[in-house]
């Protein structure tokens, strides 16, 4: 069986809503690929302008974030409902700037991987280790750590439409890539954790990207490997390079 690649553009705090319908016009025609999921995870506030400027192209838009209750009062948050409603297909789920920034733990992750489901939404959930940990030897003990945990109580049916990106916190942003053989290394021990905790059919569905700094000229490699589903990319998704990253087989 062969898992469609999806390549999704992380692009954080950037872009106010007028740029955001702008980026998505200068990518229309680049990032055309009928072999490969394309999404772009916007801020909230760009998300609707860039759901009705997406509609009718082969992308998708997802919210870089949500919250798990239904509603009420939780000022400043966003729900799942809302996302759906407003034409969000995917959600990024636990990035590392929200782990570290914003204090957000695995128990409320999990939370968050759960409302995402219920709601219909796809979360994207990312997992990786910091340099320190790489070198001491624990990078493998600490991402499963963390998809047990963010997992807990998600049935075999979610998990085989999840997507789960790796991304090493060292690489993010800091244009210092894993190799293709680190960053399979470690989306293959995340699929053979899969195969553990649920079964090989599961296993074998789920989608896991590779995410940090990801560009036109290391996405083909990458994306070669046999356990690298995709990206999940920042830097590189707000320019005509993401163009490039999703046509990799070109
Ligand atoms: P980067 O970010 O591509 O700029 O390293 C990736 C991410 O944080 O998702």
């Known amino acids: 069986m062969s898992r469609r690649k999806i390549i999704a553009g992380n692009w954080k705090m950037n872009k106010t809503p007028s740029e955001a319908v702008a ?53 400043g948050e966003i729900s799942a409902a809302m996302l759906v409603d407003a034409g969000v297909k995917y959600v990024i ?5 929200r782990r570290d920034y ?18 219909g939404l796809t979360p ?3 997992c990786g280790e910091s340099l320190q940990q790489r070198e001491d030897g624990v990078t493998t003990e600490w991402i499963r750590s963390q998809i047990k945990a963010d997992l ?3 049935t075999a049916d979610q998990v085989k439409t999840l997507v789960i990106a790796y991304e090493p916190i060292w690489a993010i942003g ?18 053979d954790y899969i195969c553990e905790l649920y079964d090989a059919d599961t296993a074998e569905k ?21 356990n690298i589903d995709g990206g ?19």
């Open 102 to 119: 914003f204090k957000e733990d695995d128990e409320l992750l999990n939370k968050k991987v759960k409302k995402a489901f219920e709601a």
């Open 23 to 75: 980026l998505v016009d200068e990518l229309k025609d680049l990032v055309v690929n009928d072999a490969v999921d394309v999404v772009y995870c916007v801020p909230a506030i760009d998300i609707v302008p860039v759901v009705e400027r997406v509609k009718g192209t082969n992308v998708s838009v997802g919210a870089e974030n949500m919250y798990f209750e239904e509603s009420g009062a939780y000022t």
């Open 206 to 226: 789920v989608r896991i990207q590779y995410g940090g700094s990801m560009n036109a000229g290391n996405a083909k490699e990458l994306l070669a490997k046999p």
């Open 174 to 191: 800091t244009g210092k890539t894993a190799t293709s053989d680190q960053a399979e290394e470690v989306c293959k021990d995340i699929r």
């Open 232 to 250: 999940l990319i920042g830097g590189a998704s707000l320019k005509a390079d993401f163009g490039q990253i999703v046509n990799y087989d070109k």
């Open 124 to 126: 994207i959930l990312c």
């Open 152 to 154: 807990d109580g998600i």
């Open 93 to 97: 789920i636990g990035h590392s700037e």
